[in-house]
């Protein structure tokens, strides 16, 4: 069965870092893409960015670019999305889901609260 | 702000057929770009609910459907029914952001 376990809901203050994780179970973890998706309080679905764990290629949506950084360690089968300083406007639930023609299995959803 | 546009809400009586509308460009949709639906319960992750346009995956009911023309999708439910309460989102790709883009969002309300 294919699972994505990510980690555990985070309250931080802005300016802080912060690093959730996203760990693939069930199949091959190198040769599949993993997307990160926003979920602001209320709102939509938005697209952050993907990485192929096999190669590390990454891609980000131009909104999302140079505001986070993703990443993966295959050897832990585990893909990882940070912030070096955050915000309060990136408060909301980030999804992880892993890719081939579409977003076939998504994680459960890592809740960032960013308050003062 | 989403270059595919869905309606905010639609709303049916149990046993009615809604459909719901995805709405999109030359650099998507119309790109020939495939479409796909997701289904969102209240308080879940999102859920895969048709791929490649009209194709369901294993244990989606066959009350769901979808459909492509020209730059626009559609989803139908028929036999509406009262878990059929969700959040529904289309999602494609974009070759002018090179990247993926999903629609606004629509709530399904049964009445």
């Known amino acids: 069965e294919v699972q994505l376990v990510q980690s555990g809901a985070e309250v931080k203050k802005p300016g802080e870092s912060l690093k959730i994780s996203c760990k693939g179970s069930?199949?091959?973890?190198?040769?599949?893409?993993i997307g990160w998706v926003r979920q602001m309080p209320g709102k939509g679905l938005e697209w952050m960015g993907i990485i192929h764990p096999g190669d590390s290629e990454t891609r980000y949506s131009p909104s999302f670019q140079g505001q986070v950084t993703i990443s993966a360690d295959k050897s832990i089968s585990t893909a990882y999305l940070q912030w070096s300083s955050l915000k309060a406007s990136d408060t909301a639930m980030y999804y992880c889901a892993k890719k081939g023609e579409y977003f076939q299995h998504w994680g459960q959803g890592t809740l960032v609260t960013v308050s003062s | 702000q989403s270059v595919l546009t869905q309606p905010p809400s639609v709303s049916g009586a149990p046993g009615q057929r809604v459909t719901i509308s995805c709405t999109g460009s030359?650099?998507?949709?119309?790109?020939?770009?495939?479409v796909h639906w997701y289904q969102q319960l209240p308080g879940t992750a999102p859920k895969l609910l048709i791929y490649?346009?009209?194709n369901r995956p294993s244990g989606v009911p066959d009350r769901f459907s979808g459909s492509k023309s020209g730059t626009s999708a559609s989803l139908a439910i028929t036999g509406l029914q009262a878990e059929d309460e969700a959040d529904y989102y289309c999602?494609?790709?974009?070759?002018?952001?090179?990247?993926?883009?999903f629609g606004t969002g629509t709530k399904v309300t049964v009445l």
């Open positions: 069930g199949y091959s973890f190198t040769s599949y893409w």
């Open positions: 490649g346009n009209s």
């Open positions: 030359s650099s998507n949709i119309g790109a020939r770009y495939d």
């Open positions: 999602q494609s790709y974009d070759s002018s952001l090179s990247g993926y883009v």
